[in-house]
């Protein structure tokens, strides 16, 4: 009767400690959304007296500032996923230029061509 309690007792925490490890293991990373860059971000001012204007700010990860567009009679959607995927592009975009020159580059219309497709 001890020989049986002692086997099943046994079991039973070997299978919790199993598990426990198992679990552990296979937590994985937090899955991101497809739009959010990993080498730097963007940032959009409007005002709210003039809602057809608005500037866009594109920075690296060391808060260099790589790419700046102005906007005129375009209202962005920025809920919308192609909206926030095309400006991921254009950071890519900006940031393979900026490590190249150095500098930041200002209203090359990057932006503009690739919403009006």
């Given at each position: ?5 002692f ?11 199993y ?6 293991a ?43 567009e102005k ?15 095309n ?14 020159n ?13 919403i009006?497709?």
């Amino acid at each position: 009767m001890k020989k049986i309690f002692f086997t099943l007792s046994f079991t039973l925490i070997f299978i919790c400690f199993y598990t426990v490890s198992v679990a552990q293991a296979n937590k994985k990373s937090p899955r991101y959304p497809k739009w959010i860059p990993g080498d730097g971000y963007w940032n959009v001012v409007s005002n709210i007296n003039t809602p057809r204007v608005s500037t866009i700010y594109f920075y690296n990860n060391k808060e260099q500032l790589v790419y700046t567009e102005k906007m005129d009679n375009i209202v962005l959607k920025l809920n919308k996923r192609k909206v926030r995927m095309n400006l991921k592009k254009v950071l890519d975009q900006s940031l393979l230029a900026f490590n190249n020159n150095q500098r930041a580059a200002e209203n090359e219309m990057l932006v503009m061509n690739l919403i009006k497709k």
